[in-house]
C-alpha cells in the first residue's frame, strides 16, 4: 500500500496537548518484552531528541519572532512526544543493561540501512560504522556479565549475534578522516536522505547516552570503557552528519525532519507486536502529519519552493527491524581491516591513523581491551553468542 | 540461550573485596535462577526453585544482617529506606512461601513465579540505588571487604549450584526447612562479622 504523507491530514496542532495522565505511558517489560519493540522505542527517542535540538538550533537562527512562535509550538509536542516515548523505558534496567539494547539498535538499524541504501558511497558508510558498533555490543556484553552476572542474551534474545567486530581500539582515527562526502540534495534517492538523518539521530542520541551516563558508574573499567566508546560515539556522530547535503536551506532539513518522522512511525505502527506501544505509534504518527504540513507551509512560505519537489512521492518500504546476522557475518568477513583516509576508506594503517593511535592509547591498553583481560580473569572465557557458527575471520576466533 | 554459565558469586574469580559488587552479582544470580526455573519442567524445575528458595533465603538473610544495618547506622534518612526495603523483603517471604506449597507445574504457579520475580527485581534496585550506593560512599576498603567475607561465609554454608547427576532432593533435605536455613545463615554471618 502507498501512504503519501503530504496527502494525509493527522491531529489538529491545537489539539496535540497531553495531560499528565496521557503522558504517564505504562513502560515495557525488562524482562519479557519484544526486543525490537525496546529498540523500536530508543530509534524513536533519538529521532524526537534530534527533532527538539534541530528545531532549538533553528530558533537560534530565526530573526522573526511570528515563526520563532510557531516553532516553539511545535517544539513543546516533539518534547511531550519524546517523554512519552523515552518513558517506555523502564526503570528496572539498569544503565548497562539500556547501552546493550542501544547497541543492539546501531546494530540491526544500521545493517538495515546498509542493506537497502541505493548509493554505493553510503551504503559504504554504514557498511563500515556497523562493525564498529557490532564490537562495542561485544565489549558491552562481557561488562555486563562482569559486573551482573547476567547474559547479554537475555537482553537481545538471540536475534543478534554478540562477538568480535572491529576491534574498539582500531576506532580511534584522527577526527579530520572521520568528515564523509555528502550527498547532493537535487540527485539524491529520497530513501537516502532518510537513511542518513535516521542514523545521524540515533548515533547521536547514544553519544548523548554515553557522555552522561557513563559517569554514574562507580568501577573504574566500566567508568573508563564508556569514556573510550563514548569518544567512538563522537567519530560516529561527525561521520553521518557529514554524508547529508549542507546545501539544503534549513526550511528543506525541517521538512527532511518532519517527513522522516512520518516514515519511521508509520514503519513501526505497522510492525509493533506490543498493541500498547503501537498505539502510541499510531497516535505520533497522527501528530506529525500535521508538523509536517507546517512545515512544508514554512518552506513554500521561506523559501518559495514546493516541498514535493525534495520529498518522496509516496513513503518508502517500511524501516525494519530484523536479525541481519548472515549480512553482518558477511561484513565481518569483508571489512574487518578497513580505516579512513579522507573520505574515502583504505586498508593500510596510514601515517595520520598511526600517530592518531600511538597518542591516544599513551603506550598502553585501552579499555576496550582491559575489559575482556578483566573478564577473562573472572570467567576464564568470553562471552558470546555466536548462533550461526565460529566467527567468520579465525584471526577473531576465541582461543 | 547459549550454553554459558555464568557461574554464582563467590564461584566466579573475582577477589571479593567488596561488597557491593558481590551482591550486585548475586542479584544476577538470582535473576538466572528464575530463568532457570521458568525454562524447565517437572523435577527440573523442582531442583531449581529449591535453588532459588535457597538463593534468596541466604542472601535476604545475609543482606538484613550486613548491609541493613550499615545503613541503618550511618546513612541520613537510613531507618526509613531499610524500613522500605524490609517491607518488600517481607512481602516476598511470603509470596515465596505460598509459591513453596504449590506444585511447580500447575497452572498457577508460573504466574505467581513472574510477580515474584518482577517484586525481587524492583527490590534489588532499589537496593542498588539507594542502598549500596551509600555503603560505596561512607565505607572504607577494609569493612567492604568484611562485609564481602560475611556473605561468603553464608553463601558456603547453603550451596546454591546445581548438583548434576546427583539427586538433589537428598542434598535438599540435608539443608532442613528455609526457616532454618536462615538462622543458620544469621549465625554465621554474625560470627563473620566479628560477633557484633
Partial sequence: MTFNPLEQRGIPLDRQLRNWRELNVEP????????????????????EVEAILFSHQLARNTVDPEIKRQLAQTRYIEAQQQKAVNWLLPGLSSVLETTIAYEQVAVDLTAWVARMEPDPYLKQAYQFGVLEDFDHLYRYANLYEMIEHRKAESIVDNLTEVMPGRPTRYHHRDPVDNVR??????????????????????????????MNTGPTYMEPIARQLYQEIG?????????????????????????????????????????????????????????????????????????????????????????????????????????MDLTTLGAGYVREAHERFEKMQETIHGGENPPSDRVMHMHDDMFGREYRVQTEGEHPDPAQREK | MSDLQTPHAGDDRSRDDDVVSLLMRQ??????????????????????????????????????????????????GGQEIVEDRLKEEREAKEMLAVLDDMDPDGPDFLPKLIELRRDVQMHARAEERYEFIHIRRSTDVTDLAAMAKAIKAAEAMAPTRPHPGVESGAKNMALGPVAALMDRTKDTVRKAMGGS
Fill in chain 1, 28 to 47: 515495557i517489560d525488562p524482562d519479557r518484552c519484544d526486543p525490537y519493540t525496546r529498540c523500536r522505542v530508543i530509534t524513536m527517542n533519538g529521532i
Fill in chain 1, 181 to 210: 562526502d555528502p550527498y547532493a540534495k537535487d540527485q539524491a534517492d529520497p530513501l537516502s536522505k532518510l537513511h542518513a538523518l535516521t542514523i545521524m539521530s540515533t548515533e547521536q542520541q547514544t553519544m548523548n547516552f554515553y
Fill in chain 1, 231 to 335: 569518544l567512538i560515539e563522537e567519530e560516529h556522530v561527525t561521520h553521518y552528519e557529514s554524508l547529508v547535503d549542507p546545501g539544503e536551506t534549513w526550511w528543506e532539513q525541517l521538512v527532511n525532519h518532519e517527513y522522516n518522522e512520518c516514515y519511521l512511525y508509520y514503519s513501526f505502527m505497522e510492525q509493533e507486536s506490543d498493541p500498547k506501544v503501537k498505539a502510541i505509534w499510531e497516535l505520533h504518527l497522527n501528530m506529525e502529519l500535521e508538523h509536517l504540513h507546517v512545515a512544508c507551509d514554512l518552506m513554500r512560505r521561506l523559501d518559495g519552493r514546493e516541498p514535493a519537489e525534495v520529498l518522496a512521492p509516496a513513503l518508502p518500504n517500511v524501516l525494519t527491524f530484523e536479525p541481519n546476522k548472515a549480512y553482518l557475518r558477511e561484513l565481518l568477513d569483508t571489512q
Fill in chain 2, 27 to 76: 542479584h544476577g544470580d538470582i535473576r538466572n535462577l528464575f530463568d532457570e526455573v521458568e525454562a524447565t519442567s517437572g523435577e527440573g524445575r523442582r531442583d531449581a526453585f529449591r535453588r532459588l528458595v535457597r538463593l534468596l533465603a541466604v542472601h535476604e538473610t545475609a543482606e538484613e544482617e550486613v548491609v541493613h544495618p550499615f545503613v541503618r547506622r550511618s546513612v541520613a
